[in-house]
């Protein structure tokens, strides 16, 4: 059989609310290098944590509808904790002949390593409330001592921190500090990283931490994902035309522009759609 030229190749689309998705980017390509890839980021509807789930579910079926309108992607990598487990299964119904590689709290893998049987889920409050979630721990976790950490702010702070700003150290602390939990003897030493933005500010959570915990980044474990999915296309060379970010606001800074430049992104000007 033939191997696809360069040209013939689909791009993978990954989606976030932010820059946090840039995460999970970085991982796929390093799997997926015969591959183009187009990022998206629901800027304008960002932060996603503190939507009401009916508008939210509303506005990402939407958005998908013009973005594989417009872009017909091989596969679709949804890099954001809220979205997919808010709107991942009605995502896939909607749009049955596209391949969604979800992202979701890492609990099982959690559950699997942690030793003293505490672990805490660090997440946005959407993540944090959604029955997924809590079905996750129900099937996977239930022998461990699960704390659900639903953090306002975090993201917004792992935005600002990639952007280049300066953090407040006790500010991080007090988001973080829920996690770290103390019963009969045992401590928690395991923190799922419920958020594609939060790994952006592992090192900041390790130097303010009370004590050492694993800080579990799922972008590994996503890429590798989206590589079983997607055909591998051994000897094609990487096409031409796509690795570019597309913004729903329409607006990028130059700090954001910079960011991606150094991403191997160029920015597609103008708003992804007028859902802004």
Excluded at 71 to 84: K, L, M
Excluded at 151 to 159: D, P
Excluded at 186 to 199: E, F, G, K, N, S
Aim: proline content about 7%; overall charge negative.
């Amino acid at each position: 059989m033939a191997m696809p030229a360069a040209n013939d190749l689909k791009p993978i689309l990954v989606f976030d609310s932010g820059i946090g998705g840039l995460t999970v980017l970085r991982e796929a390509r390093l799997l997926m290098p015969e591959r183009g890839f187009i990022y998206v980021a629901d800027d304008a509807g960002f932060p996603y944590g503190g939507w009401e789930e009916g508008p939210l579910k509303t506005r990402i079926i939407t958005l998908f509808e013009g973005l594989l309108k417009r872009y017909e992607p091989e596969a679709v990598i949804v890099a954001c904790n809220t979205a997919f487990t808010l709107a991942g299964a009605e995502l896939r119904e909607a749009f049955p002949a596209m391949r969604f590689i979800g992202t979701v709290p890492a609990i099982k893998p959690a559950a699997e390593r942690t030793r003293s049987g505490l672990v805490s889920v660090l997440a946005t409050p959407g993540t944090v409330k959604r029955a997924y979630t809590r079905d996750l721990i129900q099937s996977f976790a239930s022998q461990c001592h699960m704390r659900l950490v639903g953090s306002e702010n975090l993201a917004r702070m792992a935005e600002a921190y990639i952007r280049g700003d300066i953090l407040d150290d006790a500010a991080v602390l007090a988001e973080i500090t829920p996690c770290f939990v103390e019963k009969d003897g045992a401590r928690t030493d395991i923190v799922v990283l419920a958020c594609t933005h939060y790994p952006f500010l592992a090192n900041v959570f390790r130097r303010l931490a009370p004590w050492p915990v694993d800080w579990l980044d799922p972008a590994e474990a996503i890429a590798r994902q989206a590589r079983r999915l997607v055909p591998l296309a051994e000897g094609a060379e990487h096409p031409d035309g796509f690795d570019f970010a597309v913004f729903t606001s329409g607006r990028q800074d130059f700090s954001t522009r910079r960011l991606m430049q150094g991403m191997g992104l160029t920015v597609s000007d103008g708003p992804a759609m007028a859902l802004a």
